[in-house]
């Protein structure tokens, strides 16, 4: 974790960068499902993932990647600080994937009565491809 940013400190062009999982494991997508109660066979059923939809194997749901992605927020700004975040799924995750996100601050403004960031997010397999980006806005 790293020390939260402050409106004394924070800056637009800020980026900070946080490893997120390193070998995610088929354990721990079906822990999601079993949390999520999301038990699609795309994300837990082997066969029915290669044979049945064509895919290499089971791989991670997109909302399990999004919340891990999501903790960079966190941890930086502090979770009462978080006041918004969505954003899209650019490809699959894979059992064995180690991903790492970026989280960079694009604008500072006031909104809602406080001083708010907007930070956007991005994360990335090992390989180096974006599987997650994002927006979130954060009161800082």
Known sequence: MTDQQTAATATVGDTH????VENLTRTQIVQYAGASGDFNALHTDATYATEIA?????????????????RILTDVFGPQNLRAFGGR????VWPGDSLTATATV????EEG??????VAVETVRQ???????????VAI
């Not at 694009?106 to 403004?109: A, G, M, S, V, Y």
Request: hydrophobic share 45%; aromatic share 8%.
């Open 17 to 20: 960068e946080q490893v997120l």
């Open 54 to 70: 064509g895919f290499p194997g089971v791989f991670a749901h997109g909302m399990l990647t999004m919340g891990m992605t999501g």
């Open 89 to 92: 799924f650019v490809t699959q």
């Open 106 to 109: 694009t604008e500072i403004l």
């Open 113 to 118: 009565g406080e001083l708010r960031a907007r």
């Open 127 to 137: 390989d180096g491809r974006t599987v997650f980006v994002g927006l979130g806005t």
